[in-house]
């Protein structure tokens, strides 16, 4: 059964950081794609980051560019987001989803394109 987890969601002051994770099982890890989404309330889930399998393919959302950086380990099944100049804009509950790659170096920016999803973490940023 695939598991995707996510953590490190929490409240944090506008113009801070969070370091957000996900850790997955029950697939191998190396095969897919993953991504970062988002949602706010009363809004429908937004893309924020994606990487290939390989982690040498990343894109980003426009309205986080140059403050979020998304990273993979494949040696420990994990996918981070390091989120940096937060706004209250930020403020979201944050998915990390799981998509099957046959090697190719791509990402995947929208939802359907992804058969796996966590619970989320909510990130409240204040002002």
């Known amino acids: 059964q695939v598991h995707l987890v996510e953590s490190g969601g929490g409240l944090v002051q506008a113009g801070g950081s969070l370091r957000l994770s996900c850790a997955v099982s029950?697939?191998?890890?190396?095969?897919?794609?993953m991504g970062w989404f988002r949602q706010a309330r009363g809004k429908g889930r937004q893309f924020v980051a994606a990487?290939?399998?390989?982690?040498?393919?990343?894109d980003y959302g426009d309205s986080v560019k140059g403050r979020f950086t998304i990273s993979r380990n494949n040696a420990e099944n994990t996918v981070h987001l390091q989120m940096n100049s937060l706004t209250p804009d930020d403020t979201a509950v944050y998915y990390c989803?799981?998509?099957?790659?046959?090697?190719?170096?791509?990402?995947?920016?929208?939802?359907?394109?992804?058969?796996?999803w966590g619970q989320g973490t909510q990130v409240t940023v204040s002002s």
């Open positions: 989803a799981a998509r099957w790659n046959n090697g190719v170096q791509v990402v995947a920016t929208t939802v359907n394109e992804y058969e796996h």
């Open positions: 990487i290939s399998w390989s982690g040498m393919r990343t």
């Open positions: 029950g697939l191998t890890f190396r095969n897919y794609l």
